[in-house]
């Protein structure tokens, strides 16, 4: 044994070495080595957000909640999804189709509790799925926003969240802009379960949602 592993040990070492690699891409590409969010939020517009505009919500709204799942850290995941854009441009259809299928499995695998909306009324009528302030799932055919979603620039604690301003650069050109201002005409709605499977951390997300006014 001592003879193999005089001639072999660097193999072996080389061979740990690379089987941790492929253990940590392995688990990178699946999220296995990722904290869980403590919140999802599906953002669904004819336009994307600015990654800045992003970046600040999540920021603030971690600040308004705790470590619902008690793993040491405040996560929210904010998803953006292409929806309704009228656009002609067959790169952009294809973006939009492939966005709204990950919406779907989105939707399915009760990811996103909280569905931030440029157009909520487009959005139920597709996906019938915006609870009623109750919590409650609508009924058949009932495709109404009412008593389902919450204004943004009606919602002071929304409206008055400390989110700075955006910048992008566009065919070499940089706009900027308040992020309050492109948030201002946007609705946050809350999504009903119609059986058993549910969002993670339930309970919590459903007092964050009466905290911001949706009781």
């Given at each position: 044994m001592k003879n193999w592993w005089y001639y072999y040990k660097y193999y072996v070492i080389c061979g740990i070495f690379l089987i941790g690699i492929t253990?940590?891409?392995?688990?990178?590409?699946?999220?296995?080595?990722?904290k869980s969010p403590d919140i999802q939020i599906a953002y669904i517009g004819k336009t994307e957000l600015p990654k800045d505009t992003i970046t600040a919500l999540e920021k603030s709204f971690s600040s308004i909640i705790s470590d619902f799942n008690k793993d040491g850290k405040i996560i929210v995941k904010i998803h953006s999804y292409l929806s309704d854009s009228e656009s002609s441009d067959p790169e952009t259809a294809y973006y939009e189709y492939g966005s709204e299928i990950t919406l779907i499995g989105d939707i399915t695998d009760c990811e996103s509790y909280f569905f931030l909306m440029e157009d909520p009324e487009s959005f139920?009528?597709?996906?019938?799925?915006?609870?009623s302030f109750d919590g409650s799932c609508p009924k058949e055919f009932d495709d109404s926003i009412e008593d389902k979603v919450i204004a943004w620039k009606d919602c002071p604690i929304l409206s008055n969240m400390n989110l700075g301003s955006y910048s992008i650069t566009t065919l070499g050109q940089t706009f900027s802009g308040n992020n309050q201002e492109i948030l201002s005409n946007l609705f946050l709605g809350r999504r009903c379960f119609y059986t058993k499977n549910t969002s993670k951390n339930l309970e919590q997300c459903n007092q964050l949602w009466d905290f911001l006014g949706g009781e």
């Open positions: 253990c940590r891409l392995i688990g990178n590409a699946l999220g296995l080595w990722e139920q009528k597709k996906y019938q799925i915006l609870a």
